[in-house]
């Protein structure tokens, strides 16, 4: 049960007006992390994070208490929008033999790179999936994954190990047994 | 792979993403956003789409004289917001489909139960036409719980129509909230409202005794009209 400075405490947090700015100066370092560890490019990671906040400030509903957890969703989902959309172009470039500059050698060596093959199981998998992971992946607790994803919190270990499942199987049968 | 082995195998692969040298630029980012926020329109892709979409409403209403009519007459009333009697939406209805419209629907209500529109013939009927979204639909709702309480038992059924698209999930939360004493039916998809030619919302009907639309109110009801209508067809 809840102590009654607890009480007080919620109840000044809902009668405060939301600061949108004091917000953006909080979160959006790691909001823009965030979507830098699923879209390689750090300077479209920092426009996906400013549509995160442009979406913030158009949604009302979303300015309050549960902001943080919002701000997650929406930002995990931008990113892994955008990897999908990079995946997709990179499938359709190669489908039809698209002029392409050869790659020089720091490219290739990017192209094997280990977070390369994350991303690309990441675009594979549910998408669902893949936002159950992020958002734990960042450190959020099953209770903010719940609310993030609105889930039922009881649900989310379940959930969690087969988007893990889900993962390694992808994973092995891209790349086999590490 | 048992499970914990599992997690630390996909933590480990998932923390390869860590972008440890990137620094996002919070002021230069702060900038855009103020920028962005600052223009009201931005002539991009969806910008054409909305335009191509408003175009081709504009064609349908030139090519279909009588739902340009029934658009203009329901603008026109929701301006004023005041009661609009059978002779004219409806009368558009009717010449719509040169018949009465079918009027009667069952839909299930919070409980799950089904209701009838017809097996309250006998009774006044206000039929409202709401969502949980529309503020104006908020505005009036604590009147139709007002009328609900006073003539309830002369004879009054107020019913409401949610046309909330994601169903419960959004109107069980409000119907707690708003303490609403009547019941309320949910047409998701949209079929009930087209039949009764809901082009925006709130739109409110009243329905006599015999189960004919006395009255249509597009907009927020003005409610003295409103509760007049009420008495007249309860017969005080």
Redesign the interface.
């Given at each position: 049960m809840s102590s009654r400075s607890e009480i007080a405490e919620v109840i000044a947090l809902a009668d405060t007006p939301f600061d949108f700015e004091a917000t953006f100066r909080a979160q959006y370092p790691r909001i823009a992390r965030v979507i830098a560890r699923v879209v390689r490019d750090p300077a479209r990671s920092e426009e996906l994070a400013v549509e995160v906040f442009l979406k913030l400030w158009r949604s009302p509903r979303a300015q309050g208490d549960k902001t943080h957890g919002w701000l997650y969703r929406v930002a995990v989902r931008k990113a892994l929008d955008e990897l999908r959309r990079q995946t997709r172009r990179a499938r359709y470039e190669g489908l039809f033999g698209f002029a392409k500059p050869s790659p020089n050698p720091e490219q290739a060596h990017a192209a094997n790179e280990d977070q390369h093959r994350v991303r690309v199981v990441l675009a594979c998998i549910e998408k669902r999936q893949a936002e159950l992971l992020l958002l734990r992946a960042n450190d959020l607790s099953y209770d903010e994954v719940a609310a993030s994803l609105q889930l039922n919190p009881a649900s989310v270990g379940t959930l969690l190990s087969r988007a893990q499942q889900a993962f390694r199987k992808e994973y092995v049968k891209r790349y086999g047994q590490e | 792979?048992d499970?914990n082995n599992?997690?630390d195998?996909?933590?480990e692969?998932?923390?390869?993403?860590?972008?440890p040298a990137?620094?996002?630029?919070?002021d230069?980012?702060?900038r855009?956003?103020n920028d962005?926020?600052g223009k009201r329109f931005s002539f991009g892709p969806a910008w054409l789409v909305g335009a191509a979409a408003a175009a081709m409403a504009c064609a349908c209403l030139l090519i279909f004289p009588t739902s340009r009519d029934v658009v203009q007459r329901l603008f026109t009333s929701a301006s004023d917001s005041k009661l609009v009697y059978v002779g004219q939406v409806y009368a558009d209805l009717k010449a719509m489909k040169d018949k009465q419209p079918e009027t009667n629907f069952t839909l299930k209500d919070a409980q799950g139960q089904p209701v009838t529109l017809a097996d309250l013939k006998g009774k006044v009927v206000l039929l409202n036409f709401w969502a949980t979204w529309c503020e104006g639909c908020k505005t009036e709702i604590p009147w139709l719980v007002e009328f609900e309480q006073k003539y309830r038992d002369k004879g009054l059924a107020v019913v409401g129509v949610s046309e909330d698209a994601d169903g419960w999930k959004s109107v069980k939360p409000y119907l707690k909230q708003a303490g609403l004493n009547y019941p309320v039916l949910l047409d998701t998809d949209g079929s009930i409202a087209k039949r009764y030619a809901i082009f925006g919302m709130p739109v409110t009907y009243i329905i006599d005794r015999d189960g004919k639309v006395s009255a249509a109110s597009v907009g927020i009801v003005n409610k003295k009209e409103c509760e007049a209508e009420i008495l007249r067809l309860l017969g005080n």
């Open positions: - | 792979m499970k599992l997690n195998w996909v933590d692969r998932l923390a390869r993403l860590d972008e990137f620094q996002p630029n919070t230069r980012a702060l855009r956003l962005r926020r």
